[in-house]
């Protein structure tokens, strides 16, 4: 049987369709999170050199202070996306999204 080593028991595919299904869905939101994350902070030390590169200047300081605020929106933004799929999986029935958690990747 030829199988997907990027998911998780992947052998489910054909034994197990909605545990498949499961796996894939959690390996893309593991995926979007750490990009997410990555970003974030990406985007929050950029903000702090714009902020001490500043030189008293008001609206470089604005700029920084945007950009640190939009970091903060787009990782709660994520994590709402998050809670909203387990909420829907929770009200329709959908055991795969009721069961959905994050997975964090290990070395």
């Known amino acids: 049987m030829i199988t997907n080593p990027i998911l998780n028991n992947s052998q489910l595919q054909a034994s197990d369709p909605a545990a498949y299904t499961n796996s ?3 390996t893309i939101f593991s995926f979007f999170l750490i990009i997410a ?6 985007n929050i ?10 030189n008293s200047d008001s609206k470089k300081i604005e700029t920084s202070k945007t ?3 939009y970091a903060f929106i787009g990782l709660f933004i994520v994590f709402c996306i998050f809670a909203i799929l387990k ?11 009721e069961n959905l958690q994050i997975t964090w990747p290990t070395l």
Do not use: D, E, H, P
Not at 37 to 42: C, D, S
């Open 24 to 26: 894939v869905i959690q």
């Open 37 to 42: 994350i990555v970003y974030f902070i990406f």
């Open 45 to 54: 030390i950029m903000a702090g050199i714009r902020l001490i590169g500043s």
């Open 67 to 69: 950009q640190i605020t």
């Open 87 to 97: 909420l829907v999986g929770t009200i329709v029935g959908i055991s795969s999204l």
